[in-house]
């Protein structure tokens, strides 16, 4: 009898170890994973703001349709430009009070010197071209654009999203579910990773500065 309930004994202590282990071991491990995959899905978030951004610039407004942002992106380009300042004579004010010179029109002139492509100018390669992918997954990123109306003036406002039961899904269902509720300066905060808003005038994203680097901040 003795050494069946040593045996048993022995088997619970396994158990309790593994429970405790896990326990330990288990949310390392989620936040290990989690880390890598935001960034991954950040890194896409970065590339749709900047396409954007680059639409509202030479279009106007943002865009909902990725297909058509990849279009854009094709064959879009920047224009460099050179600000100049002059200053010349105003010669009715100055033939107004009878004298030659002594008062003066100032003006900013903005010339053109070249074009250069948009898609050149952002991205390396042509990964603007998938962009709409959340990395690991067969999911695309919700894409939203439109108008909000602020205190009687119209803003153009876009938003990118991607759900974190998509991003961590085949994690840990209890940690995906506590990660959802996180309201945190050092953490991505809801239930969505994005970027930009429908509901506000925002073009930032929900992730916290350390997953930025120096050129994005």
Known sequence: MAPIVSILLFLVAIFLGYKVYNS???PVEFNK???ERYKKVIAKLKDIKAAELAY???VGGFNGDFDSLVQFLDTAQFAITQRRDTVY??????????IDEGYYIEEVLIDTLRFTSVKDSLYAGDRYKTMMNVPGTDTK?????GTLDKDGTKYAVFEAKV?????????NKDLITQEKMVQSVDGVNGEYLKVGSMNEVN?????PKLYDTAKDQ
């Open 24 to 26: 330990i071991m288990g």
């Open 33 to 35: 994973a989690k880390e």
């Open 89 to 98: 004579d105003d010669v009715e004010k100055n033939k107004a009070y009878g």
């Open 56 to 58: 509202q610039e030479v």
């Open 203 to 207: 073009t930032s994203g929900n992730w």
């Open 141 to 145: 990123f919700d894409l939203d654009a």
């Open 163 to 171: 759900s974190k039961d998509v991003v961590l899904q085949g994690l």
